[in-house]
Every structure is written in structure tokens, then in C-alpha cells.
């Protein structure tokens, strides 16, 4: 008996402290507050007219199936100063990554203030003071412009009971990012605006995807054009791996491109014409040679081998020794290997000097990233907190490693039979299309893009039940983003403002 009894005691010692434990937790729970909003008045003259606006800085919460929040998006919102126009264009616009958030479109491209670095990629941003210059090309006189962040960057995160889970995956992400845009329509009364999306890199994955997801949901929301920058619909054409033989096809005129760029290749010639014979040698004669493989007799090897050599600048015993399949990776290492310098992959105009010259890829990082993130990392919170009097407590993340690291690229529901493949939303794209009339797309494409290549657009645009009749395909001698280039800025900006007015 008295051991029974020792043993109950310890029972409910144990369940009491559980229960106290439990009730502890329940007190410290920090309740949720309510979402933070700044809004300031501004004006500016974009497209030759003076246009007075609001900017609306704020938090958007997410809810569950019982109405609890569970996820904060934020968001910076412009729009027209007075009476609301529900008829007047939106377009939403977000980056890529995934774990990017929307600082490069906001200050590189379509923001009302942006920053400049040097537009020929002659030298990094360096350290601060950056410029903050009104954006004499910006759109707020055709549309209204919102700069979505995603759960896990910029100040958006999960909250409440919410989990990373929910929203880092290709079809969690789209979903999120669609209940946002439904939220902020309703909120706006803006359902019957003409809705514009802006993406850029993965953010043309996300473009495709959320637009799939608007037309489901009980709230279909059709919309009326994509602005595809940097496209990565198929992720066939831009993974640069081994045994991946559509990468070494879509590469290489980037390849050629750059070449020509580095003058180690294609002198004497313009770079449209160097690189439409690329195109024409990629398309009739290396895709053959790549499926042909080890039957390719001497003489064909030799031939290709040379034409590889007339077109990268790269030496035919390199050529050779990479049995004619060139890695993009390498590629920027070896280019100028002679010179010791490694160039950017965002933008292979951009040139790093490492210490290692003898890697076959790069060591230090990426030239074009760390070239300009410290003057867009820093601007964007000055700009914030000096111009928008944005007062959060919490960093605003640029980038976020960890959600890429963990993001999930599963694109069926659990439970279902799903093979590991290539990303691939562009069939979304074209079933969208025929389903809405009025659905064009316009993609802009850097010559010297190193990874989204544009040849890539090309093969995949021409494919997947795409209406070409309804897709534009621009050119801009940049890369990844073509707008820190200056003539790129303003081309891309003048095909955007083109788009947006075109019926």
C-alpha cells in the first residue's frame, strides 16, 4: 500500500507540474498586436506630370480557418493622393530568390525614389553615403504600385500560431501571396482595376504560379498582364549541370554575349549579330553534337570544338578537356583566368579579383551581388524609416538564407505520387493565357545574364501551350538586373510604360 501510494503522489506531482507548466506558458504568450501601418503624403513627377501620392507602409495579416492571424506580409503601397479610383491600374510587385525580398524592383526600377551604383559595372558600391533620387521614369502616373515582401523577408514573418511550413514552398508561397493580393483589392475596392504583376528571377516563377492560384479559391481574379524580368519558368534551361543537355544549349549565347563583352570573342561585329550566330550554332549543330555524344566521329569533334573556340574566346584545349560541354560556373572562372579575374554571375559584366586563380569556380562570391547590396541594404532602410517614418522592431531582411535552405519545391499535395524534377510552372503560364483573353506577358532578358539566360525565354516561350502572339520578348545590354545599367533603366522603363498603355 504504501508503495502504491508513493507512486500516486509521484503521478500527480507530475501531472501538476505539467499543468503548471502548461499554464505558465499560456501567460507569458505574448499576445498579438495589432499590424503596424505608417502612411505619409509625397509627390513627384512621373511620365511629365505632377502627380501628389500616398505612401502606405504597413503590415497585412494572414488568418487561419478560425480567423487568427498567423502570418504578417508586409508590404509599401503608392498610390494616388485623394478621391479612390476604382477603375485606376494596380501592379503588384515582389523579387525572387526564394528569400529575397522587394528592395531591388523597389529602389532599382519602379519605386518613386531609387538608388544608383555604377552603371558600368566599373567598381563595387563601396561604402556609404549611397544617392536616393527621385525616379524621373517611374509609372505612378498609370498605375498604382505594391511592393510585396514574402513571409521571411523584409519585416513579413509568421506570427501567432502560424509556421515557416505554411508559407516557404513554391505552392505555399503562391498561396499566400494570393490571399494578399485578394486582401488588398477588397480593402482598396479594387476588384475592378486592371491588376498588373512585376517579378523578377524566382519572382517569375512566384508571377506564374500566383496567377494559377487567382483563378481558384472561390475568388477568381483574372489579371491583365505579367512583366516577366529575368524569367525562370523552367528550371531546365537554367540549371547549369552535368548530363542536363538543354543548360548547354541555353547558355551558351549568354556565354558568346559575355565573350563578346570581355573582347575575347566576336570583335568586329555587333553584339546582336555575334549573337545570333551563336543562336544559329547552338540550335543546328551543338544540340546535335551534345546528343550525338561519344559517336561524334574526329572530324565532327574537331569542328565543334573550333566553333566552341570562335564563339566563348576559351582555349581548344580547355574545350576539349570539358568534352565540349561547358558549365556556366567554370565559364566564369575561366574566362579570364589569364587575368586573374573571375566575372559575375548576375551579371557577367562584373569582374572579382580572389585569391584562389587556380579554383574552377568562384571562391569569393558573386562580383555582381556583393558589387551593389550593401547601397540597396542600405537605402532601403534609410528610405524607410527617413522618408516613409517606418518605426518597426525588427530587422528588415534584404535576403534570407534560411528559407531558401529550407524551402520546399513540392508541386503536388502530400499524399500524392510526386517524382523529384525541374521546376517547371510554365505550362500554368500557357493554360492561363487561354483561359483569359486579355492575359499578355512582356519578359525582359539581359544579354549578359548568366544565370537566367536568355535564350532560355526563348526555348521556353516558344513551348509549354504558350500564345506568342501575346508575349513580348525584350533585349537590354545588362544582366539579371539590367536596370542598374543606365541605358538599361531607361529602355526597360519606356517598354514597361509601353506595355502598361498597349490594349
Known amino acids: 500500500m504504501k508503495s502504491l501510494y508513493i507512486t500516486l503522489t509521484l503521478i500527480f506531482v507530475v501531472i501538476t507540474f505539467a499543468i503548471s507548466q502548461e499554464v505558465k506558458k499560456e501567460e507569458v504568450a505574448k499576445p498579438i498586436p495589432e499590424p503596424k501601418e505608417f502612411v505619409t503624403a509625397h509627390q513627384g513627377t512621373f511620365g511629365g506630370k505632377l502627380i501628389k501620392y500616398k505612401a502606405i507602409a504597413g503590415e497585412t495579416y494572414l488568418k487561419d480557418k478560425d480567423g487568427e492571424p498567423v502570418a504578417s506580409i508586409w508590404s509599401v503601397t503608392y498610390k494616388l493622393d485623394g478621391v479612390e479610383n476604382t477603375n485606376r491600374p494596380v501592379t503588384f510587385i515582389f523579387n525572387g530568390g526564394p528569400g529575397s525580398a522587394s528592395v531591388w524592383l523597389h529602389l532599382g526600377l519602379f519605386g518613386p525614389q531609387i538608388t544608383k551604383v555604377n552603371s558600368d559595372a566599373a567598381e563595387d558600391d563601396g561604402g556609404a553615403p549611397y544617392p536616393l533620387i527621385n525616379n524621373t521614369h517611374g509609372m505612378l502616373d498609370l498605375t498604382d504600385l505594391v511592393f510585396i ?152 569533334e574537331n569542328h565543334i570544338a573550333d566553333r566552341i573556340v570562335y564563339f566563348t574566346g576559351l582555349s581548344k584545349t ?30 557577367g559584366r562584373y569582374m572579382g579579383n ?35 517614418n517606418v518605426d518597426m522592431d525588427r530587422p528588415y531582411l534584404t535576403s534570407n538564407g534560411e528559407l531558401s535552405s529550407k524551402w520546399r519545391w513540392r508541386d503536388v499535395p ?16 500557357g493554360d492561363a493565357m487561354r483561359r483569359n483573353k486579355d492575359l499578355k506577358v512582356l519578359v525582359a532578358s539581359g544579354y549578359y545574364d548568366l544565370i537566367c539566360p536568355f535564350f532560355d525565354a526563348e526555348y521556353t516561350f516558344a513551348r509549354n501551350g504558350i500564345l506568342k502572339e501575346r508575349v513580348t520578348l525584350t533585349y537590354y545590354e545588362g544582366g539579371h538586373m539590367m536596370y542598374v545599367h543606365e541605358p538599361d533603366f531607361v529602355k526597360l522603363a519606356g517598354d514597361i510604360r509601353k506595355f502598361l498603355t498597349t490594349k
Open 149 to 300: 515582401d514574402p513571409v521571411g523577408t523584409g519585416y513579413s514573418r509568421v506570427i501567432g500560431k502560424g509556421k515557416e511550413t505554411d508559407y516557404w514552398g513554391l505552392n505555399e508561397d503562391a498561396s499566400s501571396i494570393a490571399t494578399f493580393m485578394r486582401a488588398w483589392v477588397t480593402k482598396y475596392k479594387r476588384w475592378n482595376s486592371p491588376k498588373y504583376i512585376a517579378g523578377e528571377s524566382f519572382g517569375t516563377t512566384r508571377a506564374a504560379a500566383v496567377t494559377y492560384e487567382l483563378e481558384g479559391g472561390g475568388q477568381a481574379m483574372a489579371l491583365n498582364g505579367l512583366i516577366l524580368i529575368s524569367q525562370a519558368l523552367d528550371y531546365q534551361g537554367s540549371t547549369s549541370e552535368h548530363d542536363n543537355i538543354v543548360s548547354y544549349v541555353t547558355y551558351f549565347p549568354s556565354m558568346a554575349a559575355t565573350a563578346w563583352y570581355h573582347k575575347k570573342a566576336g570583335q568586329g561585329k555587333s553584339l546582336e549579330a555575334f549573337v545570333d550566330e551563336a543562336r544559329k550554332f547552338a540550335l543546328d549543330e551543338y544540340v546535335s553534337a551534345l546528343y550525338k555524344g561519344s559517336r561524334l566521329t574526329k572530324e565532327e
Open 318 to 347: 580547355y574545350v576539349e578537356l570539358a568534352n565540349l560541354r561547358l558549365l556556366m560556373p567554370r565559364f566564369r572562372k575561366e574566362l579570364l583566368r589569364d587575368k586573374g579575374i573571375t566575372i559575375g554571375q548576375l551579371d
Open 414 to 429: 502530400d499524399g500524392r505520387y510526386w517524382e523529384p524534377s525541374y521546376v517547371n510552372v510554365s505550362r500554368k503560364l
Open 354 to 388: 580572389e585569391s584562389d586563380d587556380v579554383a574552377d569556380r568562384a571562391t569569393l562570391g558573386d562580383p555582381s551581388s556583393y558589387g551593389i547590396d550593401a547601397a540597396y541594404g542600405a537605402i532601403i532602410n534609410h528610405y524607410l524609416s527617413s522618408q516613409l
